[in-house]
Nanobody
Framework: VQLVESGGGLVQPGGSLRLSCAASGFTFSSYGMSWDRQAPGKERESVARISSTGGSTTYADSVKGRFTISRDNAKNTVYLQMNSLKPEDTAVYYC???????????????WGQGTQVTVSS
């Protein structure tokens, strides 16, 4: 399994970024996916999840209404559109494969290397 994130960087508060994750080594369309993040000194948290078909999504309260997770099963890629970014969104963002198609109660089993997102003026 390979999960390769891209799209991170430095952005001003209120700005936007779009993260991408290219997946390989497994049947992408059969598994739910997640974007997790870890800020310095904090535990890793799941910010958004999407089911294998894209029909179900869930978000952490801290990003609801600002972040959108989506996937393109033809391209084996999952995305995270992040709008209205805040300094507290600064973290390393990880693309995560879930162990089942459904997002509910699913546990992660593979992670990418992560991409840094820094929100600062």
């Amino acid at each position: 399994v390979q999960l390769v994130e891209s799209g991170g960087g430095l952005v001003q508060p209120g700005g936007s970024l779009r993260l991408s994750c290219a997946a390989s080594g497994f049947t992408f369309s059969s598994y739910g996916m997640s974007w997790d993040r870890q800020a310095p000194g904090k535990e890793r948290e799941s910010v958004a999840r999407i089911s294998s078909t894209g029909g179900s999504t869930t978000y952490a309260d801290s990003v609801k209404g600002r972040f959108t997770i989506s996937r393109d099963n033809a391209k084996n890629t999952v995305y995270l559109q992040m709008n209205s970014l805040k300094p507290e969104d600064t973290a390393v963002y990880y693309c995560t494969k879930l162990g089942r198609a459904n997002i509910w109660g699913a546990s992660p089993d593979y992670w990418g290397q992560g991409t840094q997102v820094t929100v600062s003026s």
